[in-house]
């Protein structure tokens, strides 16, 4: 059973930071792009960072600058490194793996981790 598990999420400062961290019990997790979303209460879901199976990255445009996506494909984790981190930045953060192989698809989600960044 596919399993996508978020940690490092809490409250946090503004100005602070904080690392997520999202393993993936996936066999083929080189082979698919992970992304990391955020969900504001009354907000629909947004794209945050997403890395492809590459390594090439990509950022909304609130986050860029501040935030980083990485992954050990060895560990099958994929990373959020929080910088700089705003009150707008708190939210719901969910990890995603999305993958095409052999003409299926894959997407994934995790249960989502908290942020609140908040004095």
């Known amino acids: 059973q596919v399993q996508l598990v978020e940690s490092g999420g809490g409250l946090v400062q503004p100005g602070g930071s904080l690392r997520l961290s999202c393993a993936a019990s996936?066999?083929?997790?080189?082979?698919?792009?992970m992304g990391w979303y955020r969900q504001a209460p009354g907000k629909q879901r947004e794209l945050v960072a997403r890395?492809?199976?590459?390594?090439?990255?990509d950022y909304g445009d609130s986050v860029k600058g501040r935030f980083t996506i990485s992954r050990d494909n060895a560990k099958n984790t994929v990373y959020l490194q929080m910088s700089s981190l705003k009150p707008e930045d708190t939210a719901v953060y969910y990890c995603?793996?999305?993958?095409?192989?052999?003409?299926?698809?894959?997407?994934?989600w995790g249960q989502g981790t908290q942020v609140t960044v908040s004095s």
């Open positions: 995603n793996c999305f993958a095409t192989l052999l003409r299926n698809e894959y997407d994934y």
């Open positions: 996936i066999t083929f997790f080189p082979l698919a792009a």
């Open positions: 890395i492809t199976r590459a390594g090439s990255t």
